[in-house]
């Protein structure tokens, strides 16, 4: 019996591991069947690692295998063994998986108190667009030099008709943004549209992770005032209005 210790306890703890993960309807997940094998391994060890003589009977045949006492057939098994489990492990570690992220993705997470935008810092508070204005042939303008900053540099993504549906759009997840959508920047003030296209997908705080936005970091290719214009331009493109900064605090007011 003693001369075994090392093969029962190996048979143990695959018998185990096998029971855990087949025998059991429904099927654990996989982070508590690590906690229980975990364990596991910690039993058998304490077990075997409490009493000298089992002890030594357990090392005997590593020790055997690692003198050169073990027969060559073994040896050879051992050290073709070894590099093979570590590049498996290494392999199912780094792999991609195809898995949605196990949380949501947070479309709005909440903005930051200021950014960095063009080597300056913003503060989102009471940030509004400096260009749009009453008069409207001023505006009218404004809006065209945006509607050609959108065409020269966001269809791909957002759509020719800023539904969100460009011939880029289908290559990213998540979709590029649907302008067109009242879950938008028709709920959103320009403050946090321009964050979001000066800072891209980067510039998303943690809630936006573990999702990969494609979104780029306009700032670095766009003036501020490049990016106002083409803030009044998905708006006025898309037949929606920003919400403003009454919307929240009106009701105090009044
Ligand atoms: C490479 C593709 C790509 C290009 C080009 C691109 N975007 Fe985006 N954009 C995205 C993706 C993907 C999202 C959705 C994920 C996110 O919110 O970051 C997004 C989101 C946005 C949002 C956030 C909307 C919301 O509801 O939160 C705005 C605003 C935006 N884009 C504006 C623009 C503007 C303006 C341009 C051009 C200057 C542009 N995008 C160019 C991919 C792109």
Not at 17 to 35: C, D, E, K, N
Not at 84 to 111: F, I, N
Request: include cysteine.
């Amino acid at each position: 019996m003693a001369r075994h210790t090392f093969a029962l306890a190996v048979a143990l703890w695959f018998a185990v591991l096998g029971a855990l993960a087949f025998a059991i309807r429904p099927p654990i997940p996989a982070s508590v069947l690590t906690i229980y094998m975990a364990l596991v391994t910690l039993g058998i060890g304490v077990y075997v690692a409490a009493n000298e003589e089992r002890w030594r009977a357990f090392l005997a045949p590593i020790c055997a295998v690692l003198d050169g006492r073990a027969p060559r057939p073994i040896r050879w098994a051992v050290l073709f063994a070894s590099p093979m489990l570590v590049g498996w492990g290494a392999w199912w570690w780094t792999a991609p998986s195809w898995d949605a992220p196990y949380e949501p993705r947070v479309v709005h997470p909440e903005p930051p108190a200021s950014f960095v935008s063009h080597g300056r810092r913003v503060e989102i508070a009471g940030l509004v667009n400096p260009l749009r204005t009453a008069d409207t042939a001023t505006l009218a303008q404004r809006v065209a030099e945006g509607r050609e900053i959108y065409y020269r540099n966001c269809f791909y993504c957002h759509g020719d008709a800023l539904a969100g549906d460009g011939h880029f759009a289908g290559a990213f997840s998540p979709l590029p943004a649907n302008f067109r959508d009242v879950g938008t920047i028709a709920m959103l003030q320009e403050s946090y549209v321009y964050w979001r296209i000066a800072t891209g997908g980067p510039g998303l705080p943690k809630g936006g992770a573990p999702w990969q936005s494609a979104m780029p970091v306009w700032q670095s290719m766009l003036s501020e005032d490049e990016i106002w214009k083409v803030v009044l331009y998905i708006y006025e493109g898309s037949n929606s209005t920003p919400r403003t900064w009454d919307d929240g605090a009106g009701h105090a007011k009044h």
